[in-house]
């Protein structure tokens, strides 16, 4: 059974490729404009089965042939590389430090230092991580200031551990460079772009 899925067709993509990506890309920008809003993404494409859809979208907007990305454990790597490479033509990379965008799971996260976090000169080419939450639920996590935030704003913190969130909150000390960060959920997303300071605790 499992050699015969391995030799189906890759699952289908967008239907419209020029005109979703394009929707796709805004859903992303707006996301990372507006730190910690949920915001739907407009187009569900198809996507290989495990991949939230929102994150196969985004996949599809941000990849193309000068794109190397890491899939991450938690995935069925034939079934997503496969798909990934026919619709886009990314290359893959076997080490989370090649990568340009990384996929994902939030049970099975590496730490933030194992991407590429960019240089002082060159800091946009810190890594995007795009990681696949259960939910948007969970104990608030404080975000203080950073643009695209007017007032404190709180953010649930996914399921995703303490740890990770430490993480994330000591990476302000290395600005400008850093990770940015999308959390997917079947048609929803939040962005965490690395400006956005984290200033407070699980509650």
Not at 47 to 71: E, F, K, N, S, Y
Not at 159 to 183: E, S
């Amino acid at each position: 059974m499992s050699k015969l899925l391995r030799q189906t067709p890759p699952a289908a993509g967008f239907d419209d490729p020029v005109q979703q990506s394009q929707q796709a890309f805004r859903a992303l920008l707006e996301a990372m404009s507006h730190p910690g809003r949920v915001v739907p993404m407009p187009v569900k494409p198809g996507h290989p089965a495990g991949l939230a859809p929102v994150l196969a979208a985004a996949l599809l907007a941000l990849c193309d042939l000068d794109t190397p990305v890491w899939i991450g454990p938690g995935f069925d790597a034939v079934l997503v590389s496969t798909w990934l490479r026919f619709h886009t033509g990314a290359p893959l990379v076997q080490e989370p430090a090649q990568a340009a965008i990384a996929l994902l799971h939030a049970d099975q996260l590496p730490p933030l230092h194992s991407f590429d976090w960019g240089s002082d000169a060159a800091p946009e080419r810190g890594a995007s991580l795009l990681i696949q939450v259960a939910d948007f639920a969970g104990a608030p996590m404080l975000q203080g200031r950073g643009p695209g935030i007017r007032t404190a704003i709180t953010v649930p913190n996914c399921g995703l551990g303490r740890d990770f969130w430490q993480q994330r909150a000591a990476m302000a000390t290395a600005f400008p460079r850093g990770v940015d960060l999308y959390l997917g959920c079947d048609g929803e997303l939040i962005g965490l772009p690395r400006s956005t300071l984290l200033g407070g605790q699980e509650n």
